[in-house]
């Protein structure tokens, strides 16, 4: 239920809350925010699962993005 709302900024504040990485590190690629990204990977939870690592990554890589 959590992607269902609306403010960007409010549906990250949530995810992170309950422990929805997905849905924390898709909120950040919409802000567009580069910096925050980066600081998000580094959280020891999602460090340690290979598939969010590789998924914040390819976000990073990802020239399509118009970073902040």
């Given at each position: 239920?959590?992607?269902?709302?609306?403010?960007?900024?409010?549906?990250l504040?949530l995810?992170?809350?309950?422990?929805c990485?997905d849905i924390?590190?898709?909120?950040i690629i919409?802000?567009?925010d580069?910096l925050?990204?980066q600081?998000?990977?580094?959280?020891p939870?999602?460090k340690?699962?290979e598939?969010l690592?590789?998924r914040v990554?390819?976000?990073l890589?990802?020239?399509?993005?118009?970073?902040k």
């Amino acid at each position: 239920y959590v992607e269902l709302v609306p403010n960007l900024e409010t549906r990250l504040s949530l995810a992170e809350r309950a422990g929805c990485h997905d849905i924390a590190i898709d909120s950040i690629i919409k802000l567009r925010d580069h910096l925050r990204l980066q600081k998000y990977a580094l959280r020891p939870e999602v460090k340690a699962n290979e598939a969010l690592s590789a998924r914040v990554f390819h976000a990073l890589r990802n020239e399509t993005v118009k970073w902040k």
